[in-house]
């Protein structure tokens, strides 16, 4: 009796399970052959937050835009079909053919396409061809902190810079109450006008000495904020895929260098810590100085010169017989802690560490090479905060660029508050290099960083660019310099970089001028000296300024023109806008015509 109970439970399972499995098939097959036409791109729903800068003026924004797709099995006379979208679209008729003759329900034929493109195709109704809306970015400033902002690929979804490393926080909705679905927005710390200023200085100069790559960054002393962040060459974000690779990274987070003569300011700091009479010490340069078989050359024969004068006029033999006393360790430990070989952490990807080998890897002579720049290697972004934290009596503050993440509604929902290791140095001997720093701008190798009505110093770096194997490349060479400014109350400190220029020079003839440059324009700024500059003055530079005073006939243009016309006309003049739908102008208050100074908002109404 038992086994037949037992038997019958098992048919009764094996029936339930038969029909589950019979209604799981006749499911799946409903869906594979359904004549519906499913479009399921998450990205291209959600629109992709914002990112802007300090005062919220926008990097990188997202716009409507139609996409055609075709549902093939509905696709009545493929021949004709993909004839009249050849013409149109300006694809081959054999690619658009061989899309519309799939075994599928979806087909993409072209994506995020021009207005009047998409009016033609409405125009045809084809069977089986379709019209999709979807987001796509858009970056009003152009090439503007193009390296720090990024970009995406035509599915939105951020391959480089901010884009990428906040793309989750870019899609993250927070929609409620809103019809539409709107990623969060990336605050930087990057102030755009500061940002414009070192960029119009580092292409000026660049375009003259011809190097492969140079950055010009602009650090906060106090916070550790990056104001501006400046490579060269550029590339525009939304035709990223124009340019080599080589481009698109952020290269003065990504890419170490041998700083060269900038390191001998943090042997001087190694010495002072532990030579007592460091200051009074002399030596004598004859021009060149042996260590172990070694031939170390300076630009020329300085004679007798004390701890001061080798920051002055950089001289390689005199830091060398200076650093002779002091335990390898020593320098080791102060290279620590300024910061070199470890990531800062800044909020960009692909960040390298550079290059600071242990103590037990050195020869005899790496504690002379390093104490010259040679034998590490080190980031943008790891100078600029190391000597940042000498300006800062001796507290150095981690270098940061997001500043906070904002909802809907412009709240802060994160923040991203300025982080310290602390004092990492005694504040006099800080107080002592930083008017070491000021000599080499006055009477040293960085004179043409000098700049009438202000206090500034820095140091100089000029550095023979090494082989992977080993050795040295003949003349190809990283010149930099590093600067502070104001020295008596340091407000801001700023690093210029050329890598391998064509027409050679040291880091003084060549990256100092464009730190003076910079800071001049800058500090005014900040709020330091009688000279007042106008933020305005900061416009992109792919843009032409207004040259009437009344406002513009913003109708029939697309919502990008609109929008970067809008965003242009604020740097001219104090006027808010407002945008209600996509698409094409369709009505704007005020009308064209009226006086710009009377008017106060813009409201644009688009289709």
Sequence with gaps: MENVSHKRRIIITLIFISIIA???????????????VIVNNKNSIIKRGDIIDASGYPLAVSIYKYSIFADPRKVTDPDTESLKLSYILAIPQSEI?????R???????????????ISKVKELSLPGIYIKKEYTRVYPEGTLASQVVGFVNIDNMGLEGIEYKYNDVLLHTDSSGQKEQKGLTVQLTLDRTVQYIAQEAINTYARQVKPKKAVAIVY?????KILALALYPQFHPEYFYNYDKSVLTCFSVVDAFEPGSTMKVFAAI???????DALKRTYFCKGSVEVYDATIKCTKEHGKVTLNDIITYSCNAGIIQAMQPVKKEYLYQTLIRFGFGEKTGIQLPGESQ????????????SKYSMSIGQELSVTSVQL???FGAIANNGIYMYPQIVNQIQNNYGEAVAKFFPRTKGKIVNETIAKTILSMMHNVVIEGTGKKAYIAGYGTGGKTGTAQKSLPQGGYITDAYVVSFIGIAPVDNPDICILVMFDEPEYGGSGGELAAPVFSDIAKRVLPLRGFGSVTVNATQAKPMQYRPFKHDVLPDFIGQADTIALRKL?????????????KGKGKVVAQDPKPGVPLKKVAAITLVLE
């Design 22 to 36: 019979v209604f799981l098939i006749i499911k799946i097959t409903q869906l594979h052959f359904s004549s519906r």
């Design 97 to 101: 053919k061989d899309l519309l003759t």
């Design 103 to 117: 075994n599928r329900h979806f087909v993409w034929i072209k994506r995020k396409v021009d207005d009047s493109v």
């Design 220 to 224: 906060e002393i106090k916070t550790g």
């Design 270 to 276: 190694t010495l002072l810590e532990h030579l007592p």
């Design 354 to 365: 550079g290059i600071l080998r242990n103590t037990n890897q050195w020869s005899g002579l």
């Design 384 to 386: 600029v905060a190391a």
């Design 567 to 579: 965003i242009h006309l604020q740097h001219e003049y104090p006027i808010q806008y407002i945008m």
